[in-house]
């Protein structure tokens, strides 16, 4: 009889255990649950910050490309006024020299 008993006990306290072990696990499972839920929604939202910055970047660096060909252009241009400008440079001396000749020659004749 005591031995009937005793089995009894025993079944009922690992029958509660299991069912306290049940329950735990299941809480467990449902914040393991709610944590990757919002693990993946912090995921998807970082993901679409991400897209968000690199077409921003990507549109900055065609940006930077356009400007980088301005530059390019007004830095052949400041040659090529560079040069017409000591090319007329030389020839407006060419024409103080005449000037000069003929005013000397004007003088001469005067």
Do not use: P
């Amino acid at each position: 009889m005591f031995l009937n008993w005793f089995i009894i006990t025993v079944c009922v306290f690992i029958f509660v255990y299991l069912l306290i072990m049940l329950f735990y696990t299941k809480s467990l499972l449902k914040k393991e649950k709610r944590k990757n839920k919002i693990l993946h929604a912090t995921l998807d939202d970082a993901e679409i910050m991400i897209r968000k910055y690199q077409i921003q970047l990507q549109r900055a660096l065609g940006d930077i490309d356009l400007l980088n060909n301005e530059l390019n252009k007004v830095k052949n241009d400041i040659k090529t006024l560079r040069l017409r400008n000591s090319q007329y440079r030389v020839e407006n001396e060419k024409l103080n020299r005449k000037i000069e000749e003929l005013e000397g020659k004007i003088e001469a004749l005067l």
